[in-house]
C-alpha cells in the first residue's frame, strides 16, 4: 500500500507540475498584439493614400 508519493519520481513530477504550473511568458502575446497593430496602421495607410 502506498502512503504518499514523493515529488522525486515520474509521476510526482506529474502531480507537481499540474499543482504549481510554471508561470506563463506573456512575451508572445505582447508581440503578436504589437504585429496587429503595425498590420492595421500599414492598412489604414494604404487607404489612405489609395
Known amino acids: ?3 504518499r508519493t514523493g515529488y ?3 509521476k510526482g513530477e506529474l502531480v ?3 499543482l504549481y504550473p ?3 511568458d506573456l512575451k508572445f502575446l505582447k508581440d503578436s498584439f504589437k504585429f496587429i ?3 492595421f496602421l500599414i ?3 494604404a487607404l489612405w493614400v489609395q
Open 16 to 18: 507537481r507540475s499540474i
Open 43 to 45: 492598412g489604414t495607410l
Open 22 to 24: 510554471k508561470p506563463i
Open 1 to 3: 500500500m502506498v502512503i
Open 8 to 10: 522525486a519520481t515520474t
Open 37 to 39: 497593430f503595425i498590420l
